[in-house]
């Protein structure tokens, strides 16, 4: 923390499910399983080549998918393949969800989906709409784009540096190598504190993407990046797989994390690797305060701080007669609003999972934690599982974690 307040860190959810529209199958005297649209399967041949000239390593064949004449395109996307040159792709491929028709010109809506080879059990998504035209019967590209509302690529930003630590890869834009190897190795250490903290199975490895500003973090994340100024790193990711499978990214927030000494450092990583860790058992039931609360708790376990110098946000809250009436909200935990109560909100979060484990027990603390995230739903999700594991109603366990901060942080 090195004296400048408490090491706000976060992440990111989005929920499994989200299928891909379904080309419509055509009926009668046609062939089954073919598209309606002819262009279709023309066209995903043409995207095939490109994702295994990805993948290969061919420069010439990913190029070969343009446009004759295409000269500006062909300079911008000789320049993105020469970006990721160092990225060690398992697989990329585009999933057509749908083809519009402007003229002699189609338009492909797709998802395309990457893999880091080593790194990721399923696939990294990214909206894309490609336009295509047709030449001779071969369907070439004419423009890539972002899909509507989607984020920017690494590889977009500039040239990506690749280092591998032991456990961990850390793909860097505009940074030197040593920066990078100490990202490795940081990343690297924290790794037996959150197994310790957190025995369930998981990948146990981690990519860590590093921009080269604020400015460009707020691409990756597709948000402002007002928002995210005084946060160290976010971790983005799936929540609600059942089967554990991850391909998380931890984005460091290059202005914020440099702030930071070796501790601070420390702690953020941990924290960040936690999230990965409990991705399987974090769904869209887990409220803020438990995912963030928890994140920190595996974070500052066994630091050797007190609660005074963990929480001083909450602490001058609570030494001034300000004890909160509830655990925090989820919107508590928005970026871009008041620091302080920002940070209260991570404070409360940290305590009420030190309170679990204090009175019943790591043990029922994760157990507290995957109950949670098992639930179909938000509502009552919290409530049943206090019941459930540690035998007390949502309004008791309030008050208990209230007389907790007077206790700990009067």
């Not at 089954?32 to 010439?60: F, N, S």
């Not at 393949?81 to 057509?96: C, L, T």
């Not at 999230?275 to 595996?298: I, K, Q, Y």
């Not at 049943?384 to 309030?398: H, K, M, N, Q, W």
Request: glycine share 12%.
């Amino acid at each position: 923390m090195a004296g400048q307040g408490r090491i706000r860190c976060a992440s990111t959810r989005r929920t499994a499910g989200l299928g891909l529209a379904v080309l419509l199958l055509a009926s009668g005297c046609t062939t089954a399983h073919k598209p309606l649209d002819p262009t279709v399967d023309a066209i995903q041949e043409t995207l095939d080549e490109r994702g295994d000239a990805v993948v290969d390593g061919d420069r010439t064949r990913y190029l070969k998918a343009l446009a004759p004449g295409a000269t500006a395109l062909r300079s911008q996307q000789a320049t993105e393949f020469d970006n990721m040159a160092d990225i060690p792709f398992r697989s990329w491929e585009y999933r057509i969800k749908g083809v519009r028709h402007k003229g002699a010109r189609a338009v492909a809506d797709t998802e395309l989906r990457y893999r880091v080879d080593g790194f990721d059990t399923v696939p990294v998504t990214a909206a894309r709409t490609l336009e295509l035209t047709e030449r001779d019967g071969r369907w070439y590209v004419t423009a890539d784009e972002p899909g509507t509302g989607a984020p920017q690529l690494l590889w977009q930003q500039g040239d990506v540096a690749a280092v591998r630590g032991s456990r961990s890869l850390v793909l860097g834009v505009g940074h030197d190598d040593k920066r990078l190897r100490e990202l490795a190795a940081a990343t690297d250490r924290a790794m037996p504190a959150v197994t310790a903290a957190w025995p369930s199975k998981w990948a146990g490895r981690v990519v860590v993407l590093v921009p080269s500003s604020v400015e460009s973090m707020g691409r990756l994340l597709g948000a402002p990046a007002a928002g995210y100024r005084g946060i160290a790193a976010v971790t983005t990711g799936e929540t609600g797989r059942k089967d554990g499978a991850t391909a998380d990214r931890v984005i460091i927030n290059p202005e914020a994390y440099g702030l930071l000494g070796d501790f601070g450092q420390g702690i953020v990583l941990t924290h960040e690797t936690t999230h990965v860790a409990t991705r399987a058992d974090t769904s869209a039931a887990t409220p803020m305060w438990l995912s963030e609360g928890f994140a920190d708790w595996v974070a500052y376990r066994g630091a050797g701080r007190t609660a005074e110098e963990t929480a001083p946000e909450l602490r001058d809250a609570v030494r001034a007669g300000e004890v909160p009436g509830a655990l925090p909200a989820d919107e508590d935990f928005a970026f871009g609003g008041d620091a302080d109560a920002l940070a209260r909100a991570y404070e409360g979060g940290w305590l009420a999972c030190v309170l679990i484990a204090d009175r019943w027990g790591e043990d029922e603390l994760r157990e507290f934690y995957r109950t949670v995230g098992k639930a179909e739903q938000r509502e009552g999700a919290v409530e049943r599982a206090l019941g459930e594991v540690l035998g007390v109603t949502e309004g008791a366990f309030t008050a208990l974690w209230q007389g907790y901060l007077r206790e700990r942080l009067g």
